[in-house]
């Protein structure tokens, strides 16, 4: 049985565990909060078999652990990885993976010298779908890639963490890696911020932005909206010279069409998991990974991390959000 530990016991983190107990082969072996009361209460209610500690350097210690999932807010994840990393724990990271680039460089060198799995829980790059819509990239199905675009929004303006700066919060850093994301895996690791529009909170924190991404060359560009303050679509579009392919919901594909030029659907597949399941891919990724003795998923490695830290730090700079 592959053992997982939880580090945090919000919202995200409940989501996982009802994941991992319909993941093959998996279970959630600890929870860790830093009130017992409310990791025992977490662990009643989402895996009552899993043993519960009061204090996070507890469950990084615990020796039946095989990857602890670190689900506290963004600007403690540098921290728990750290704590983890040194007890030689492998550990997959609730996106983002850290607070900038050197916080996600520092995580990966400790790791690399212990030899220790590391991945950024960016979900979306493990769905089937996902995985898909590159594979029809790859064989040319659409052409040259020309023009990515998206938008995701929900109305999350009552959510305490996503009004504070000190814990991370903002549009940009919760919701923009999902398209950042989206435009490295197709565009890959040449790609730079060229222009970010961002309206903001009293407290610092973005509520929307808008930024373009751009390859090296400048031969793709990524246009994309992220907000805090509604619902949008959540879809986006790949435009290619020969053709498109439409997503629907960047943040958790439900569907994608391969299209001609003017429109004529060629392909459409469907997602097969519901929302919540979708967690499942991920999971399944990383213990077949640390399994295996790799340090690095492929579908979400540390390369692919580090330009999306790189790409964080630079919107949020423009934001006047950097710390």
Not at 219 to 247: C, L, N, P, R
Request: glycine letters at 8%; proline letters at 2%.
């Amino acid at each position: 049985m592959f053992n997982i530990g939880i580090l945090g016991c919000g919202k995200i983190a409940a989501k996982m565990a009802q994941a991992i107990s319909k993941t093959e082969g998996c279970q959630v072996a600890g929870v860790a909060a830093r009130q017992r009361s409310r990791a025992k209460k977490f662990a009643e209610s989402f895996c009552p078999d899993a043993k519960v500690y009061s204090g996070y350097e507890k469950l990084a210690a615990a020796k039946d652990i095989d990857l602890i999932y670190i689900a506290t807010p963004n600007s403690y994840h540098y921290e728990h990885a750290i704590l983890c990393i040194k007890e030689y724990k492998n550990v997959l990271i609730e996106k983002p993976l850290a607070m900038n680039e050197g916080e996600a460089r520092s995580i990966f060198c400790e790791a690399k010298n212990r030899n220790l799995f590391v991945c950024e829980a960016m979900w979306s790059s493990f769905m089937p779908l996902h995985l898909k819509m590159l594979e029809w990239i790859r064989e040319g199905r659409i052409g040259q890639v020309k023009y990515i675009t998206g938008d995701l929004g929900y109305d999350l303006t009552e959510v305490p963490r996503l009004n504070d700066p000190v814990l991370g919060g903002g549009a940009y850093l919760d919701l923009g890696v999902y398209p950042s994301n989206l435009a490295i895996s197709i565009i890959g690791t040449d790609i730079k911020a060229t222009h970010v529009y961002s309206k903001r909170l009293s407290t610092g924190c973005d509520k929307e932005t808008s930024y373009i991404l751009e390859s090296g060359d400048g031969s793709i560009i990524a246009d994309f909206f992220v907000t805090m303050g509604a619902d949008t679509t959540k879809d986006g579009s790949v435009i290619g010279e020969e053709g498109k392919i439409k997503i629907t919901n960047i943040n958790n594909y439900r569907k994608i069409a391969l299209l001609t030029k003017d429109d004529q659907v060629i392909e459409e597949i469907e997602a097969e998991k519901s929302i919540d399941d979708s967690y499942i891919y991920e999971i399944e990724a990383c213990r077949d990974a640390v399994t295996k003795g790799l340090i690095q998923c492929p579908e979400m490695n540390w390369d692919k991390s580090l330009k999306l830290a790189v790409i964080n730090d630079a919107v949020r700079a423009s934001i006047g959000q950097y710390m």
